[in-house]
């Protein structure tokens, strides 16, 4: 494990302090949510008494590998707390996610939250949003015609592909735009001018829904707060 893997999993570790008996947990996706997953099982397996909803298909798998009972939202409308990861962590807790491919379900997951912990490496953290490009998840069939208006307002999309070349296809059967925006200077405005563009789906701006983030660093946890 390098040391920011050991990072992200020490602060998976502090999450676990959010989660108790008869919770609702909403899991994350990624590599820091991984570890949380991980660590969620291994107390279930001690008999922790919690039920999951997942953000992705491969987190609903992996904790269903570690026999944490998942559900889905025909069995409840809100969730006590859920734990995911982050691209970009800006003051006030403004977001960039979607690295992972799965923002649309994680923004429903955390728009469904009580509680919404964010875990990262202190690698997160930046002044400014938009060093990482911006994931934007948009219908097959409009992602040229979506792409022409991003560029018209000044940034820069590109279609997300596998390493091997093919298409990266969401678990929606979406298309994500990697979209290079420069520093962002007012994320509500540039958020609501890419919601209003048709044929976009979600985009991975996640703005006042963070309540916490713990980041940690090899030698310290911090705790940032909205
Ligand atoms: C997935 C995400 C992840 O939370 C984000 O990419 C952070 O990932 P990692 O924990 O691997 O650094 O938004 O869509």
Avoid: W
Avoid at 165 to 189: K, V, W
Avoid at 204 to 215: E, P, Q, R, S, Y
Wanted: glycine residues 8%; charged residues 20%.
């Amino acid at each position: 494990m390098d040391s920011a893997d050991h990072a992200k999993e020490l602060a998976a570790q502090k999450a676990l302090e959010f989660v108790s008996d008869g919770m609702i947990v909403g899991l994350g996706s990624g590599t820091t949510s991984t570890h949380f997953i991980k660590l969620l099982g291994a107390r279930v397996q001690q008999g922790l008494k919690i039920r999951g909803i997942a953000s992705s298909n491969n987190s609903e798998q992996l904790a269903k590998s570690l026999s944490i009972p998942i559900i889905d939202f025909h069995q409840t409308s809100t969730i006590d707390v859920t734990i995911d990861g982050a691209d970009e962590i800006a003051p006030g807790l403004a977001l960039i996610k979607g690295g992972g491919g799965a923002l649309l379900r994680e923004k429903i997951v955390a728009s469904a939250s009580k509680k919404f912990v964010v875990v990262a490496d202190s690698s997160k953290i930046v002044a400014h949003l938009g060093k990482f490009p911006l994931p934007i998840e948009v219908i097959p069939m409009a992602a040229p015609l979506v792409a022409a208006k991003l560029s018209a307002l000044g940034i820069h999309p590109a279609v997300r592909h596998h390493p091997e070349g093919t298409e990266y296809i969401t678990d929606e059967g979406n298309l994500i735009l990697d979209c290079a925006c420069g520093q962002i200077l007012d994320p509500q405005s540039l958020a609501a001018s890419v919601r209003a563009i048709v044929g976009v789906v979600e985009h991975g701006l996640f703005l006042n829904m963070a309540d916490l983030a713990i980041v940690s660093s090899e030698r310290e946890i911090q705790l940032l707060h909205k």
